[in-house]
């Protein structure tokens, strides 16, 4: 089975300049997360689809930031304009659902190292 | 203000040796609480969790972690490390599981860097 799969992988852009990231969730599973860890800091939450759905998006940073998820297959996470501050390495995780919600095993993809100069 | 706390930001062991990565939480509640694993060039591996019962759990890799209530801790150990063990661990917890929309995610600890010295 394959696991989740991130796309870039690294992507280097400049400041001004619009990014797509795009994430794969292993088959079958409803729940897909966007996190976000900057440099020297944790790993940060910045939102959560059931299927097509944003459950909650209480960790998107500004309205720079898109996150859509057509169809409740893979998942785009979109910067535009890109700032110095956004670099960082952006993860998606998805788990299943279960009988009482989202299964709290989340499983993840390698990461998109995303560089603003 | 409520946290997840890895007091270590890097520790170097020797292969062969033991080990024990800490963690401490502060939250009201007890909360499900996570290891994971990030390899150079892999995406986070869950290592171990616990939600609920014995307070020693096991999981793969041969890493096991004790929670502690009294403490508000979780910590990570393994009795003999691997070269292959080095990587950053992190510690993740949900505070307030099944309590809404916003309850599924992951809260993270900063992450300790695990050197294996041959």
């Known amino acids: 089975e394959a696991g989740v799969t991130q796309f870039p992988s690294h992507s280097v852009i400049e400041k001004g300049q619009t990014v797509t990231l795009r994430c794969d969730p292993i088959?079958?599973?409803?729940?897909l997360y966007w996190y976000r860890r900057v440099m020297g800091k944790e790993i940060k939450f910045l939102l959560h689809?059931?299927?097509?759905?944003?459950?909650?998006e209480s960790g998107m940073p500004n309205n720079r930031f898109l996150a859509e998820r057509t169809g409740g297959t893979y998942s785009t996470l979109k910067v535009q304009p890109a700032e110095l501050e956004d670099s960082g390495v952006y993860f998606c995780a998805s788990s299943q659902e279960s009988a009482a919600g989202p299964s709290y095993e989340q499983y993840f993809g390698p990461g998109t190292r995303l560089t603003v100069t | 203000a409520q946290s997840v706390t890895q007091p270590d930001i890097h520790i170097t062991v020797s292969e062969g040796a033991s080990l024990e990565l800490r963690c401490n939480y502060s939250?009201?509640?007890?909360?499900?609480l996570f290891w994971y694993v990030q390899s150079p060039g892999q995406g986070l591996q869950l290592l171990l969790k616990?939600?609920?019962?014995?307070?020693l759990v096991q999981g793969i890799k041969g890493f096991e972690a004790e929670f502690k209530r009294s403490q508000s801790s979780f910590n990570l150990r393994k009795p003999s490390v691997h070269w292959s063990d080095a990587a950053e661990y992190f510690c993740a917890v949900v505070p307030a599981p099944y309590s809404g929309a916003g309850s599924y995610q992951l809260t993270f600890g900063k992450g300790t860097k695990l050197s294996v010295i041959p």
């Open positions: 088959s079958g599973h409803d729940n």
């Open positions: 689809f059931v299927k097509e759905s944003k459950q909650d």
């Open positions: 616990y939600f609920s019962g014995d307070t």
């Open positions: 939250y009201g509640a007890t909360p499900y």
